[in-house]
């Protein structure tokens, strides 16, 4: 190479060396000192980076602090705010099951950590070519006339400067007057060694308590948890795995088959959802349908939920779903269409197999009550609109295959006047269905209403345990229309049973 070029390249590399010099430690800092609010297991959680190796929980001054390594030197602090709870025994048991079903809001943290140091980096790479940049601007004429300005007096001050100001950093701890004998020391121990009379499944073993927090009251509210935890652990892991066993009782899609399962009325229950997952599987399912009432007051503090569901059919790539009664608001659809789902809004659509969908959400809004609240439409107005856009679409040539809805009653009227080949919902808890019905252009549809899938008694599935049946459906298709369904449930002692495969009646006359 020649003089000239190896000049030009060494100077390219004290600049990009200039510019690392500054860049790695501002992101490095800028990452340390950033904290983002979201919201986790039911709670407004600050989330900021660590370097310590550990997904560290504060959960505030009356329950100890708890850590559980990342395997990797990236940890995050998590500080508990505030969420809505009746006891802290209602609080820990929620604990308990998203604790045995954590991936949806581990993978929350970890999306959200991985945005901050994404972010973070472009900051500092920013900063980095401030140095360089101030360089070329002040050019070779007046980078010497500063160098021929400096004397030994000017360096040396700029010198000590620099000196103080790392001593009074480092020294900062000297100065500190704070009573550290009224705050508990940071001791961190296994919580198998805290709790040695209390089964701790191998998943949690690795979890570290702080122990100087821990009084009576919080150590039996923890035992309590564990206990929990150990029941919901092997409750819904076992059911999840036996579900994987089922393919032989299922009908397996044949060429040119396409299975969609339809899951409703979660309720919360994630415990749930790796249970509908693996069913799914076994029946070959590449769609998924949800009818609705994932939560119960449609609250942000019920993102679990939304997440944990995000989370167990991520890799599906065709999700499908409208918000129930119980989905007050918009938090719900937003979410989960932020998530990847389809949030079915009054229009058809057109799935990759040819499937037409139509759904819209539920017009009235419910709490943990009974009572319920109509919002803009009516009930009845929003179902004739719903059977204009099927009929009109039947009419078009492009016939509505699959109407999803929360409740039944609000495709009754799509399906009574001949527009869609199945309508499928929830709301009832119970599996009504399949039934025929003659439409009164004389084209036949089918109506079919799920279970609930996550086991709830009225708007409640959160437990260690299913509170009632759980049942989800495959539903088979062809050249994009339904031509079967199969129901599969789960009692509450955790036993299936697997419907037989149920042929659709002749669609059209």
């Known amino acids: 190479m020649p003089r000239g070029g190896v000049r030009v390249a060494l100077r390219a590399l004290a600049y990009v060396v200039a510019w690392a010099v500054v860049a790695v430690p501002a992101a490095y800092l800028l990452l340390l000192a950033d904290t983002r609010t979201t919201v986790i297991a039911g709670h407004d959680v600050a989330v900021s980076p660590t370097v310590d190796g550990h997904a560290t929980v504060d959960l505030g001054a009356y329950l100890p602090n708890v850590r559980y390594p990342t395997g990797s030197r990236l940890g995050v602090d998590l500080v508990v705010g505030k969420t809505q709870v009746d006891s802290y025994q209602s609080l820990l048991q929620r604990y308990a099951l998203i604790g045995s079903h954590p991936e949806g809001e581990v993978a929350k943290v970890t999306d959200l950590v991985h945005d901050m140091v994404l972010a973070n980096a472009l900051k500092g790479a920013a900063i980095g070519f401030v140095g360089p940049g101030a360089w070329l601007l002040l050019g070779g004429r007046r980078r010497r006339e500063l160098v021929q300005g400096l004397t030994r007096r000017r360096v040396a001050f700029a010198v000590l400067g620099a000196a103080v100001a790392v001593a009074a950093v480092s020294a900062e701890p000297l100065f500190d007057r704070s009573d550290t004998t009224a705050v ?61 066993g089922l393919g032989r009782q299922l009908r397996q899609p044949r060429p040119g088959d396409t299975v969609a399962l339809f899951v409703a009325d979660r309720h919360d229950n994630v415990g749930m959802d790796p249970v509908a997952r693996a069913i799914g599987d076994a029946g070959g399912a590449t769609i998924l349908y949800d009818g609705g009432d994932d939560t119960s007051t449609g609250e942000p503090w019920e993102s679990f939920s939304l997440d944990s569901v995000a989370a167990a059919f991520d890799d599906i790539d065709e999700k499908y779903t409208v918000a129930g009664n119980h989905d007050n608001g918009d938090f719900v659809g937003g979410y989960l269409s932020d998530r990847g789902f389809t949030v079915l809004d009054g229009r058809p659509v057109q ?22 609240t109509t919002s803009g439409i009516s009930f009845d107005d929003q179902a004739d609109r719903l059977a204009d856009v099927a009929c009109r679409a039947n009419d078009r040539g492009e016939r509505v295959t699959t109407l999803l809805v929360h409740d039944a009653n609000l495709g009754r009227p799509a399906l009574d006047r001949g527009c869609v080949d199945l309508l499928i919902a929830g709301h009832l808890h119970t599996q009504i269905g399949p039934d025929v019905v003659v439409g009164s252009n004389g084209d036949n549809g089918v109506t079919f209403t799920n279970g609930t899938t996550g086991g709830a008694a009225y708007a409640v599935a959160l437990g260690t345990k299913l509170r009632r049946d759980a049942e989800v459906t495959l539903i088979t298709y062809r050249n994009g229309h339904p031509i079967g369904l199969q129901p599969v449930m789960i009692s509450t002692t955790g036993a299936f049973t697997v419907a037989p495969y149920d042929l659709m009646p002749s669609i059209t006359n």
């Not at 040819?354 to 959400?361: H, Y």
């Open 184 to 244: 508990a020391g940071d001791s961190w121990e296994p919580i198998g060694s805290l709790f040695p009379d209390t089964s701790i499944p191998s998943d949690a073993q690795r979890i570290e308590v702080q122990r100087g927090l821990i009084t009576t009251g919080s150590q039996r509210l923890i035992e309590s948890a564990l206990t929990s935890y150990h029941t919901s652990l092997h409750f819904y892991r076992d059911l999840a795995q036996r579900a994987a």
């Open 351 to 372: 799935t990759d197999e040819g499937i037409r969908v139509l759904g819209v959400a539920d017009p009235r809004s419910s709490g943990l009550g009974s009572w319920r």
